[in-house]
């Protein structure tokens, strides 16, 4: 069973930076398209960010300019390089693997993350 486990999230005024990292485990990493989603309390689940394994990017216009997603498929870890954090980026953050073999979508557990003064 594929494994996706975060770990970075916590408190931070706004303007600060957080990164997030995401390891994988039980996974061909390569075949993977991955991602970080956010959701907010009464909000639905949105993509912030993915990654193709050859790198290409894609991020919800929220965030451009301020998150950077990355990965490294050797490590089989990917990370979410959050910068000006604003309360509105308040969410759980949820680490996900998509493959684009069986189409099959994998979730992390989640990571808190709130900014707030």
């Known amino acids: 069973q594929v494994q996706l486990v975060e770990s970075g999230g916590g408190l931070v005024q706004p303007g600060g930076s957080l990164r997030l990292s995401c390891a994988a485990s039980?996974?061909?990493?390569?075949?993977?398209?991955m991602g970080w989603y956010r959701q907010a309390p009464g909000k639905q689940r949105e993509l912030v960010a993915s990654?193709?394994?050859?790198?290409?990017?894609n991020y919800v216009d929220s965030v451009k300019g301020r998150f950077t997603i990355s990965r490294d498929n050797a490590k089989t870890t990917v990370d979410l390089q959050m910068n000006s954090l604003k309360p509105e980026d308040t969410a759980v953050y949820y680490c996900?693997?998509?493959?684009?073999?069986?189409?099959?979508?994998?979730w992390g557990q989640g990571t808190q993350v709130t900014v707030s003064s």
């Open positions: 996900s693997g998509f493959s684009i073999v069986s189409g099959q979508r994998y």
């Open positions: 039980r996974i061909n990493f390569s075949l993977y398209i």
């Open positions: 990654i193709t394994s050859g790198s290409s990017t």
